[in-house]
């Protein structure tokens, strides 16, 4: 469905205009036409309508309905409220036709008909099931590379059940699915499925709305995600305004929130200014500033490393308790010196010197149902390492003995006879020295090993 209605609700064009602008930025980009239709009212939503008069919260939903099917057209909103209005009274008025044929009784006075024959998109579900996560990575042009976000899904996207169902409504994955096609790692966390409580601000608790925040919030900040990430703008306001509130208590939260089209509109190459980010009331600079560090750290490690590969198999881990040298030494753990390589921590990694009890057994790469392994990985490290001279003794001394002998060991000339063999052949060695004795790098690695070597000699006989 590329052309629709587009129904906007209430709260996104009276406090949050920039949500409206980066939808229709992503629609725009997506190819798809929306149309704002007349005679769109308020849903209605169902907290402050419903309990006065149901008769009036499915008339008044219906005739919403009714003026998009007049028009010929599906409907999309990015409102969990609106979608859950819309998806209710679809529901109630397909099995009661009695009350269907009331509602059409007085829709009939405006020439108004409601078939309930179109389609009910929320925007999540639209990106999801119309679109589709490829098409959504298709026109990516800054992933969101090294950025973790956690989702918030809302209560209304996904129930009632099953008047709603196009996702799990406890386990819930498609948002997740579109987050991961812009580049972002998505965290779980504990109150994930848990209500925003924006709710009861609208009944007059506003101590209670406030209260809801804090335990999400610390779980959000406690997964480590850079930014939480809702489709729904009561959620937004929830976790955006009243976070700034809980903020004036002097409660110590900044988690930056997005309307999922804001991070989508980011990595197709929309300017924040474009789309309004400096009206959120918690700032998202903070995410922007680390975003444009792990775009550098990119750049950094694709000169060395198959940047695609080091997270295929992250994300993989399956032979993440099969390395021999994890079973004797529990510190060791590979799969996390790939994590906080894609984090960008490659100094911290060579000068902390664990990769080297990489024994490159090639077990992981064996297991591997990818072909990939962490072998390879760790001796692109170790080569790191070892031109900023961060290997351990050994491994110089060994190189610079190498360089100069063309060998790591003398034979023993006496256990040899003592057990009838004969004498080797003479050695490379003095040809090797020579092959590499014009060799700039060779010679630097060699001066460099030699200096490093004496620096430490001298360190221990000072102590």
């Not at 190819?31 to 209605?44: S, Y």
């Not at 529901?91 to 020439?111: F, I, K, P």
Request: aromatic content about 8%.
């Amino acid at each position: 469905m590329k052309e629709f209605a587009v129904f906007w609700g209430c709260t996104i064009p009276a406090r949050f205009p920039f949500i409206e602008k980066a939808t229709r930025i992503v629609f725009d980009d997506l190819g798809a036409t929306a149309h704002d239709l007349e005679g769109f009212t308020c849903c209605p939503e169902g907290t402050l309508v419903k309990p006065s008069s149901q008769d009036v919260f499915y008339t008044t939903a219906a005739r919403n309905l009714a003026l998009v099917e007049k028009a010929g057209l599906g409907l999309v909103t990015p409102c969990n409220g609106c979608y859950s209005t819309f998806r209710e009274a679809a529901s109630h008025l397909r099995t009661d036709w009695r009350a269907r044929d009331v509602v059409n009784e007085r829709l009939a006075t405006e020439g108004l008909h409601y078939s309930g024959e179109l389609a009910i998109r929320h925007l999540a579900e639209w990106l999801s099931e119309d679109i589709g996560p490829g098409m959504v990575a298709y026109g990516v042009k800054k992933p969101l590379w090294g950025m973790t976000v956690a989702v918030h899904y809302g209560c209304h996207l996904l129930r009632p059940s099953p008047a709603v169902r196009w996702d799990d409504p406890l386990h819930p994955t498609k948002v997740e699915a579109l987050l991961t096609a812009l580049g972002a790692k998505v965290v779980d966390y504990a109150s994930k499925m848990d209500c925003c409580g924006q709710a009861l601000d609208r009944v007059g608790e506003r101590d209670g709305a406030l209260a809801f925040g804090p335990r999400k919030l610390k779980d959000v900040e406690k997964a480590e995600a850079d930014a939480l990430v809702v489709v729904c703008p009561s959620c937004f306001q929830q976790f955006d305004l009243n976070q700034a509130a809980l903020q004036r208590q002097q409660e110590q939260f900044h988690i930056p929130v997005f309307y999922i089209t804001e991070l989508i509109a980011l990595t197709y190459g929309h300017e924040p200014e474009e789309i309004g980010l400096s009206m959120h009331r918690v700032s998202v600079e903070p995410f922007l500033d680390k975003w444009i560090t792990r775009e550098a750290d990119k750049e950094v490690l694709s000169e060395h490393f198959d940047v695609a590969l080091l997270a295929k198999c992250y994300s993989c881990q399956a032979c993440k308790d099969d390395c021999p040298v994890c079973k004797i030494d529990t510190a060791f753990q590979p799969t996390e010196i790939i994590a906080r390589l894609l984090r960008g921590k490659l100094d911290d990694i060579l000068e902390e010197g664990e990769l080297w009890k990489c024994v490159e057994c090639y077990t992981c790469k064996e297991l591997c149902h990818s072909d990939i392994g962490m072998a390879e990985t760790f001796r692109k490290l170790k080569q790191l390492a070892a031109a900023e001279s961060l290997g351990p003794d050994s491994v110089a001394a060994a190189y610079e003995q190498f360089l100069e002998t063309g060998m790591l060991g003398k034979p023993k000339a006496g256990a040899r006879k003592k057990l009838g063999l004969e004498p080797l052949p003479d050695s490379g060695g003095d040809a090797v020295a020579k092959m590499f004795a014009g060799d700039t790098d060779a010679e630097e690695a060699v001066a460099t090993v030699a200096g490093e070597t004496a620096s430490r000699d001298e360190g221990e006989d000072v102590r």
